[in-house]
């Protein structure tokens, strides 16, 4: 009767030790996905079908021999250029508006590549200026009188498709988000978060760094945000940065504007000229400005870039890799340009689509939701902006902050010393009522043989 009672508490024993084990792992995994970040999704969303969605599916349904782009006017509508009456009839059918020009964009491409084709003057670039049907060819004060020459010899063999001018500052790019990021070589700003499944990554400038720069997230070195992984500059423009913790924590779908303010990023596009656009960087926060040329190639002193989009949007050191977005839509990170914020300038940014199609990774988003616009940058920016807006307003984090991992997260005692207390627990007793089990079947076995061999 005593050992059926013993063999009864042994087994209650274990089967509590069990329970207890399941229950443990149980807090654990609740307590370490209850700190994960929610609602952000690694999809590219992207954006319901605008004017500029419009113009492009024309411009590609007619053919380039006979339209040359397409803009959004200022009162919303899509504007397609085309060759002749017989396509413009086309493009009214559709419900866009039309303008005849003298050029299609085959004739547009091929003055662009002879540009291109000639010896580099740095300080020189060039875009497809669609509203006015020309390649605009411009020169910053670098330009020396030579150089000014051969540029306009160049175009004048090309024709009158080419539009030449001067420009007043520098093309540079912007190194020296939108939150700051700093290395050795200089201070930029972070643009988008990405992923490729695995780990993530933030989004910025080529120019910024090579591989291997490591960044930090404050001057004194001691917040370590991740080191550059892959670059592409010159040619194109755009970096990743790997977090050093491999995730980009809580607030990735957002991008900060300034006095701790952000703009909820739910979808990807293509920029599209005559868009209202708003760019935020570490410098000089959040401005906004207008989409003005596409294809844009620009002679910086350390390389050219092709492929830019061309803004009204003013930039200053320090703001290059920063987001450019429109209402809640990534299209661009901050390249280079001319001018400053109190002046006014021209400034070049990297088009995402085409950075995230080369790197292979996805942005991250979040859903779309009815919350309120952010601010606009300015009063007198807002009027110019005419109905876009940055996007969705969002509280902006540090760029460090939430930048765990489930490892991390596993081994907090906030989040999960409760269960790993059960945990113990249970083992502790399934150790001890097998030692207790094995040690009476071992005195049982000797007091038996005792017996014989007595």
């Given at each position: 009767?005593?050992?059926?009672?013993?063999?009864?508490?042994?087994?209650?024993?274990?089967?509590?030790?069990?329970?207890?084990?399941?229950?443990?792992?149980?807090?654990?995994?609740?307590?370490?996905?209850?700190?994960?970040?929610?609602?952000?999704?690694?999809?590219?969303?992207?954006?319901?079908?605008?004017?500029?969605?419009?113009?492009?599916?024309?411009?590609?349904?007619?053919?380039s021999a006979r339209t040359a782009g397409s803009w959004v006017d200022t009162g919303g509508r899509t504007v397609v250029a085309v060759t002749?009456?017989?396509?413009?009839?086309?493009?009214?059918?559709?419900?866009?508006?039309?303008?005849?020009?003298?050029?299609?964009?085959?004739?547009?491409?091929?003055?662009?590549?002879?540009?291109?084709?000639?010896?580099?003057?740095?300080?020189?670039?060039?875009?497809?200026?669609?509203?006015?049907?020309?390649?605009?060819?411009?020169?910053?004060?670098?330009?020396?009188?030579?150089?000014?020459?051969?540029?306009?010899?160049?175009?004048?063999?090309?024709?009158?498709?080419?539009?030449?001018?001067?420009?007043?500052?520098?093309?540079?790019?912007?190194?020296?988000?939108?939150?700051?990021?700093?290395?050795?070589?200089?201070?930029?700003?972070?643009?988008?978060?990405?992923?490729?499944?695995?780990?993530?990554?933030?989004?910025?400038?080529?120019?910024?760094?090579?591989?291997?720069?490591?960044?930090?997230?404050?001057?004194?070195?001691?917040?370590?945000?991740?080191?550059?992984?892959?670059?592409?500059?010159?040619?194109?423009?755009?970096?990743?940065?790997?977090?050093?913790?491999?995730?980009?924590?809580?607030?990735?779908?957002?991008?900060?504007?300034?006095?701790?303010?952000?703009?909820?990023?739910?979808?990807?596009?293509?920029?599209?000229?005559?868009?209202?656009?708003?760019?935020?960087?570490?410098?000089?926060?959040?401005?906004?400005?207008?989409?003005?040329?596409?294809?844009?190639?620009?002679?910086?002193?350390?390389?050219?870039?092709?492929?830019?989009?061309?803004?009204?949007?003013?930039?200053?050191?320090?703001?290059?890799?920063?987001?450019?977005?429109?209402?809640?839509?990534?299209?661009?990170?901050?390249?280079?340009?001319?001018?400053?914020?109190?002046?006014?300038?021209?400034?070049?940014?990297?088009?995402?689509?085409?950075?995230?199609?080369?790197?292979?990774?996805?942005?991250?988003?979040?859903?779309?939701?009815?919350?309120?616009?952010?601010?606009?940058?300015?009063?007198?920016?807002?009027?110019?902006?005419?109905?876009?807006?940055?996007?969705?307003?969002?509280?902006?984090?540090?760029?460090?902050?939430?930048?765990?991992?489930?490892?991390?997260?596993?081994?907090?005692?906030?989040?999960?010393?409760?269960?790993?207390?059960?945990?113990?627990?249970?083992?502790?007793?399934?150790?001890?009522?097998?030692?207790?089990?094995?040690?009476?079947?071992?005195?049982?076995?000797?007091?038996?043989?005792?017996?014989?061999?007595?």
């Open positions: 009767m005593r050992h059926a009672r013993r063999r009864v508490i042994r087994r209650v024993t274990r089967l509590a030790a069990v329970g207890g084990l399941l229950l443990g792992g149980a807090m654990v995994t609740q307590a370490a996905m209850a700190s994960e970040s929610p609602g952000t999704s690694a999809a590219t969303l992207s954006a319901p079908q605008t004017p500029a969605d419009k113009g492009s599916a024309l411009v590609a349904k007619l053919g002749d009456e017989k396509t413009a009839a086309e493009v009214k059918k559709a419900g866009a508006e039309a303008k005849v020009v003298p050029y299609s964009m085959n004739v547009l491409k091929s003055a662009a590549g002879t540009l291109s084709s000639a010896p580099k003057v740095p300080g020189t670039a060039w875009a497809m200026d669609y509203r006015n049907n020309r390649v605009l060819m411009e020169a910053d004060s670098s330009v020396s009188s030579a150089g000014w020459s051969a540029m306009t010899k160049v175009a004048k063999g090309i024709g009158a498709s080419v539009d030449m001018q001067r420009t007043q500052g520098k093309f540079t790019t912007r190194i020296n988000g939108a939150q700051p990021i700093l290395s050795t070589g200089g201070r930029c700003s972070a643009g988008f978060n990405v992923t490729n499944g695995q780990d993530d990554f933030i989004l910025t400038a080529g120019h910024c760094g090579p591989v291997g720069s490591i960044w930090f997230a404050n001057n004194q070195g001691d917040q370590q945000l991740g080191k550059t992984v892959s670059d592409n500059f010159p040619g194109s423009d755009f970096s990743l940065v790997q977090y050093a913790s491999g995730s980009a924590g809580d607030g990735a779908d957002v991008v900060a504007i300034g006095n701790g303010s952000g703009v909820t990023i739910t979808g990807l596009a293509d920029a599209a000229v005559g868009e209202k656009v708003f760019r935020s960087g570490s410098t000089s926060g959040l401005h906004d400005g207008e989409v003005t040329a596409l294809d844009a190639t620009v002679n910086y002193p350390e390389g050219t870039v092709t492929g830019l989009i061309q803004t009204t949007v003013c930039a200053e050191p320090g703001d290059s890799g920063g987001p450019l977005f429109a209402n809640g839509i990534a299209l661009g990170v901050t390249s280079g340009g001319s001018g400053d914020c109190t002046a006014g300038g021209t400034t070049f940014f990297q088009p995402l689509t085409k950075a995230l199609s080369a790197l292979n990774v996805k942005l991250l988003v979040a859903p779309k939701t009815a919350a309120s616009p952010a601010p606009a940058a300015s009063p007198a920016g807002a009027a110019a902006a005419g109905a876009a807006t940055p996007g969705t307003s969002a509280p902006a984090t540090n760029t460090t902050s939430g930048a765990t991992t489930l490892a991390s997260r596993l081994t907090d005692p906030k989040n999960v010393g409760p269960g790993l207390l059960v945990i113990a627990g249970s083992l502790i007793a399934l150790v001890a009522t097998r030692w207790i089990r094995a040690e009476q079947d071992r005195k049982a076995f000797q007091r038996h043989y005792s017996a014989m061999w007595g």
